[in-house]
């Protein structure tokens, strides 16, 4: 078996973990960059949202100006799938329900023609493109994800505050490190009659023009003891995506590039604090339980093996450039759920001046 990394030594050992500034924390506040890290879109419902769950973003512009959001949505491999512009007007916000937009026209979306990138719904796209690039269908015989098998749109989607030059410029600049945009996402499941809301992930640009980063190591309680579930969204970023073999993922999951992509180490702690690593092979070594950028796993029920019913685990996701993790739970005897973000046990340094 792996010798435990230093954070968890420090946790066995009963070390303080050193606390971070606030202003490196993921505090929620006017921030210059949004992150939704994970979405899933029944295509077969668009047309009927009301027997599926309705997922919408809203966007809240705190400046006295108007500001133009960049919004980019991305595959679960994190290759840009579309992305467009919206005016937010002075102390305004902005709907983006996910449902309508896989429903409605491309053409329809504001600023849809991106001059820096044409690949990204270049002009002419229609929303079937769309739909392919998000689901793993190919185009010209590219595939920007993995075909499922199913009609479930996934990834994730990033908005940025850029400097409105003119209203769809042609010559923008990519992030105007103004922190004046908040976000929250809505749930809302008309069929089960139950909803929830969280908010999105916030990262502020400091005072040297750079952005705060995010966690490499987390905590979450979990709890899949009687009829309870618990599931994680795993959210990163890693510098070598270019090396996703578009033409090789339209035959299906399998090894490509960095695909499936691992993680440093994950270990779950019972309630009495006993620890143990688990995502080990027969000879210990550590396997992919993460292998996408951003997804959904389940605790137990035939996803992530655990020791324990109720515990605590800890994903050291180092590997990675920056991540996120959040948790979703429910209850069998009542059907509530709720969603929150794990604890950055080992943030990212950041040092804003």
Known sequence: MKKPVAWLSALALGTAIPSVAAVCALDVAPASTLLLPFFEVDLSKVANPKKAEVTTVTLTNHSDAETLAHVTFWTDVALPVMAYDILIPPFGSQDIPLHEVFAGEVADLPGIVNPEDPAIAPPGATIEDVIARQTGQPINGNCLTFPRGDRIARGYITIDAIVNDQVFPNARRRNSHSNVLTGIVS?????????????????????????????????????????????????????????????????????????????????????????????????????????????????????????????????????????????????NSTKRQGRAQAVPIVPIECSPN
């Open 187 to 331: 749930y809302n499941n008309r069929r089960r009659k139950n909803g929830s809301l969280e908010y999105l992930v916030h990262l502020e640009a400091t005072g040297s023009g750079t952005i705060e980063g995010l966690g490499s190591v987390w905590a979450l309680d979990y709890d899949i003891s009687n009829g309870a579930r618990t599931e994680i969204i795993v959210w990163r970023d890693i510098a070598d995506t270019q090396s996703f073999d578009s033409s090789a993922a339209c035959d299906g999951p399998a090894p490509n590039g960095w695909f499936p992509h691992g993680q440093t180490q994950v270990t779950v702690a019972d309630e009495a604090g006993s620890m143990q690593e688990i995502l080990l092979n027969g000879v210990g070594e550590s396997v992919a339980g993460f292998p996408y950028l951003a997804g959904r796993y389940e605790i137990g029920r035939g996803g992530i093996s655990v020791p324990f019913k109720k515990g605590t685990l800890y994903l050291d996701l180092s590997d990675a450039e920056q991540s996120w993790v959040g948790v979703r739970r429910s209850f």
